[in-house]
Antibody, heavy 119, light 107 residues
Framework: EVQLLESGGGLVQPGGSLRLSCAASGVTFNSYAMSWVRQAPGKGLEWVSAISGSGDSTHYADSVKGRFTISRDNSKNTLYLQMNSLRAEDTAVYYC????????????WGQGTLVTVSS | DIQMTQSPSSLSASVGDRVTITCRASQSISSYLNWYQQKPGKAPKVLIYAASSLQSGVPSRFSGSGSGTDFTLTISSLQPEDFATYYCQQSYSTPATFGPGTKVDIK
């Protein structure tokens, strides 16, 4: 059974940094693209960033480009999201998501980790 | 970016009702359309991928149709566990984009 377990969320001040991790199990991790998708409180879903199975290709939403960096360590079956220059509007639950095929056909989602940006 | 819209934004229905949700893309996305169900406090769960393919383990009362710009999710006979918010999402191009959601609640 595929499991995705996020960690690293918490309260951070505006302008601060945070690194999210997602540990994957039950899957041949390096075979699949992975994404981060976020959901602000009471709002809809917003795709944030994606990385190829090998890690050599990445994509970002305009709203986070230049501030967030996605990476993966296939030897540890772990996905990361380094978030810098955080803003209040980055407050959301962040989900780690596995692609079933291609970049964005999502099948498995983690339980999410809450990031709150506030002074 | 491809914009996704959904209608209605919310609906009230009874157990046993047939429910239809519509999703429209701002440009053609062929069949690169997926549907998700989300319950409060939980992660989304995929129901339909590639517009009309039922994800393994999803009840057959869920079905999807459409191609190009117009898509439909149908629940043939609404069950108590189906009260949730439903999102469409295009996987045709970067950035992946979601519809704003349709909340289905109890009439």
């Amino acid at each position: 059974e595929v499991q995705l377990l996020e960690s690293g969320g918490g309260l951070v001040q505006p302008g601060g940094s945070l690194r999210l991790s997602c540990a994957a199990s039950g899957v041949t991790f390096n075979s699949y693209a992975m994404s981060w998708v976020r959901q602000a409180p009471g709002k809809g879903l917003e795709w944030v960033s994606a990385i190829s199975g090998s890690g050599d290709s990445t994509h970002y939403a305009d709203s986070v480009k230049g501030r967030f960096t996605i990476s993966r360590d296939n030897s540890k079956n772990t996905l990361y999201l380094q978030m810098n220059s955080l803003r209040a509007e980055d407050t959301a639950v962040y989900y780690c998501v596995k692609a079933q095929r291609g970049w964005y056909r999502f099948d498995y989602w983690g339980q999410g980790t809450l990031v709150t940006v506030s002074s | 970016d491809i914009q996704m819209t959904q209608s209605p934004s919310s609906l009230s229905a009874s157990v046993g009702d047939r429910v239809t949700i519509t999703c429209r893309a701002s440009q053609s996305i062929s069949s690169y359309l997926n549907w998700y169900q989300q319950k409060p406090g939980k992660a989304p769960k995929v129901l339909i991928y590639a517009a009309s393919s039922l994800q393994s383990g999803v009840p057959s009362r869920f079905s999807g149709s459409g191609s190009g710009t117009d898509f439909t999710l149908t629940i043939s006979s609404l069950q108590p566990e189906d009260f949730a918010t439903y999102y469409c999402q295009q996987s045709y191009s970067t950035p992946a984009t979601f519809g704003p959601g349709t909340k289905v609640d109890i009439k």
